[in-house]
């Protein structure tokens, strides 16, 4: 059973609009959540994070949305750039061990210029 | 200053045979993980090592062994390789593990024929 869901393998944006990815995840003890960039041939860059404790989380354009109860997460691109291309991976861990996380099979963002 | 690096980018192997795969975590980085990443999928947790013991594994058969060096870097060892391990590889490395960042190699593209 995946413990991490990203539902949208693929989302496509014009340059200059919001992108909305999102993600859900079943494990009550998952206490740390971050999200992931990966060009081709690359590893994943981290992004931006968001502890269990709070319910948003702004860095520039990017800005990550928490809600415990719905077990749910979203990041925000605002605005979107074509140089957002890339895939987005959600991932979650326990006891804040950014190591050790469970990662979502990601989505795939096309922004259009 | 030198990011994460791994070796080799690319190994082809046969059925059977055994491989080793290398990181070196980021300077002053004491803990190693490893994923398994396999085409369309999102990085599978595999081991976290920190201060040269393992802290961590997961759902991985025998066959997958590693192991951290002194100088904090480490080897990820597959036995007996089947087509199913082909896969990028990917190490992280964070300064401990309770740490909210890690930090991805490139990752070893392995190709078992």
């Known amino acids: 059973d995946q413990q991490v869901k990203q539902n949208s393998p693929s989302l496509s944006v014009q340059e200059g609009r919001i992108s909305i990815l999102n993600c859900d995840y079943t494990n009550s003890m998952f206490d740390y959540f971050l999200w992931y960039k990966k060009y081709p041939a690359e590893g994943p860059t981290f992004l931006i994070s968001?502890?269990?404790?709070?319910d948003k989380n702004e860095d520039g354009r990017f800005t990550v949305f928490l809600n415990k109860s719905a077990k749910h997460l979203s990041l925000h691109i605002v605005p979107s750039q074509p140089g957002d291309s890339a895939v987005y991976f959600c991932a979650a861990s326990a006891d804040t061990n950014a190591g050790k996380s469970t990662f979502g099979d990601g989505t795939t963002l096309t922004v259009k210029p | 200053d030198a990011g994460v690096t791994q070796s080799p980018t690319h190994l082809i192997k046969t059925r059977g045979q055994h491989v080793t795969l290398r990181c070196s975590p980021i300077?002053?980085?004491?803990?190693v993980s490893w994923y398994q990443q396999v085409l369309g999928q999102g990085p599978q947790f595999i081991f976290q090592y920190y201060e040269k013991e393992e802290r961590g594994r997961g759902n991985f058969p025998d066959r997958f062994s590693a192991r951290q060096f002194p100088n904090y870097s480490s080897e990820l060892n597959v036995n007996a390789l089947l087509l199913g391990d082909s896969a990028l590889y990917l190490c992280?490395?964070?300064?401990?593990?309770?740490?909210?960042?890690?930090?991805f190699g490139q990752g070893t593209r392995l190709t078992v024929v």
């Open positions: 968001i502890s269990s404790i709070k």
């Open positions: 300077s002053g980085h004491k803990s």
């Open positions: 992280a490395s964070s300064l401990g593990v309770m740490n909210t960042e890690a930090f």
